[in-house]
């Protein structure tokens, strides 16, 4: 995998990253779960028993890069932690100013059609994208079109005819569009991402549709495709409580990452925010206010999960079924993956999900 040497404008790595997806501001604590970096490996990860690995490390956020593959476009990061004592734990003055409170920038994602992804054809445009995010059109033209120029995670620039017509109008970029969808290896499903950056500049992005186990992007509502690959990671674990690993990083490197924490000394680790596997690195903050609360079977929860093109957020409820330590040989008093839940949209998918998602 080729990667680029610059690291990317932080606002449209966020917005090619997804809604959901948080990072960790710089200087601030977090706890690092070697069982959930495991959960990103290619192959399982073989932890020694001795000296044992402790299941979570706090740490401070030392270093911050957002990067994106050559290739494939797909945006990481790269994160630089340095183990703190943990006498260090004082998270009422672990405020990051300027991190969690900065406006973001107006941004747009839309999954694309078949018409969409059509080698030769054009690109419908939202209402919304069009007038909020691309330069404002002449109405007074007939018809009105504009030249629309974007700059992709890489720096190259685009070019695309942006046109006002039809019967009912609506607006579509023609010209330059099919080359971007050549040249990126765009499908159905795939998204696609427009943010006006801070000094009024044109942003484009993309975002790869997580494949199924047919042929296609997974159907139904991000949020089902979501916890059905969710609970999919969950089975690929062997009788033995090991990740068989089906993510983007060596086993070596997890391994050497997770060594490396233990001994107290620092450590670079790479995350991949679309890989449908929870995050690793997590505000220590979230994760102490998640383990303050006494969690019991029965217990209502409710979580939030934002739909792609950021218009609403909406609530799913769900029950705990169980409160159990997911691997108590290897990872006594773990709180990773702890919860098991049930509900309407949980009826298959009681294996272990992390407190702080529901918090």
């Known amino acids: 995998m080729k990667e680029s040497e610059k690291s990317l404008d932080p606002q449209l790595w966020h917005a090619c990253a997804g809604p959901m997806v948080q990072i960790p501001p710089l200087n601030s604590k977090v706890f690092y779960f070697p069982q959930g970096h495991a959960e990103h490996s290619l192959a399982a990860v073989d932890f020694p028993s001795s000296p044992p690995v402790p299941a979570l490390v706090l740490c401070r956020v030392a270093s911050l890069k957002f990067m994106a593959d050559t290739e494939t476009d797909e945006v990481y990061a790269k994160i630089l932690l340095m183990p703190l004592p943990n006498t260090e734990l004082d998270l009422e003055n672990d405020a990051v100013f300027g991190s969690d409170n900065a406006e973001k920038p107006a941004s747009f994602a839309k999954t694309l059609t078949q018409s969409d992804a059509n080698n030769g054809g054009g690109f419908s445009v939202p ?103 969710d609970e999919s990671k969950m089975m690929m674990m062997n009788r033995n409580g090991d990740w068989r690993g089906k993510g983007k990083l060596k086993a070596e490197a997890v391994l050497q990452a997770a060594t490396l924490a233990a001994s107290g000394q620092p450590f670079e680790v790479v995350y991949y925010p679309r890989a449908s596997t929870p995050e690793f690195c997590v505000k220590a903050s979230s994760v102490k206010a998640a383990m303050r609360v006494p969690w019991c079977c029965g217990m209502r929860f409710k979580m939030a999960f934002e739909t792609e093109d950021s218009s609403r957020i909406s609530w799913f409820m769900g029950t705990v079924s169980s409160v159990q330590v997911v691997d108590p040989i290897r990872w006594p008093n773990s709180p990773w993956r702890l919860l098991q839940v049930c509900g309407l949209l949980f009826d298959t998918l009681r294996n272990g999900y992390n407190m702080w998602r529901f918090f």
Not at 128 to 157: K, M, N, R, S
Request: with cysteine.
């Open 127 to 229: 209402r919304y994208c069009a007038e909020t995010i691309f330069p404002p059109l002449d109405y007074t033209a007939d018809p009105p079109v504009q030249t629309v120029v974007a700059v992709d995670v890489h720096g190259e620039t685009w070019k695309f005819r942006h046109i006002y017509r039809g019967t009912p109008r609506r607006h579509l970029l023609t010209t330059g569009w099919s080359t971007f969808v050549n040249h990126k290896k765009l499908v159905a499903g795939d998204s696609i991402v427009f943010l006006r950056s801070e000094n009024g500049g044109l942003c484009v992005g993309i975002r790869r549709a997580k494949r199924g186990t047919g042929n296609g992007p997974e159907a139904g509502s991000p949020f089902l495709s979501f916890l059905r690959e």
